[in-house]
């Protein structure tokens, strides 16, 4: 079992920043693969970004070169440095963890932009 818990979403200005946490417990040496996804109002759940043990990154091709994944092993936490930020950007922002082919989902934190 792993318990994702997110903090750092909020209301900003577009070309604005924000920074997102989501920290891990529980197995977290069976975490193969971690990252955040967002979801819009009647839209599906889509990825943003992920990293995997290896360390490598991907983005979707609307964030890339705005967000940024990264993560601190010692403190099991993954953040999402969002800059630029566009109103279309407005979702609910989850982080996710892989683990064996389960899927493992924190609660979400509310992103706002406002133009």
């Known amino acids: 079992q792993v318990q994702l818990v997110e903090s750092g979403g909020g209301l900003v200005q577009a070309g604005g920043s924000l920074r997102l946490s989501c920290a891990a417990s529980g197995s977290i040496f069976s975490i193969n693969r971690r990252g955040w996804y967002r979801q819009a109002p009647g839209k599906q759940r889509e990825l943003v970004a992920l990293i995997v043990r290896g360390g490598t990154t991907n983005y979707a091709d609307s964030v890339a070169g705005r967000f940024t994944i990264s993560r601190d092993s010692a403190k099991n936490t993954v953040y999402l440095q969002m800059n630029s930020l566009k109103p279309e950007d407005t979702a609910v922002y989850y982080c996710?963890?892989?683990?064996?082919?389960?899927?493992?989902w924190g609660q979400g934190t509310q992103v706002t932009v406002s133009s």
């Open positions: 996710h963890a892989a683990v064996d082919g389960r899927s493992y």
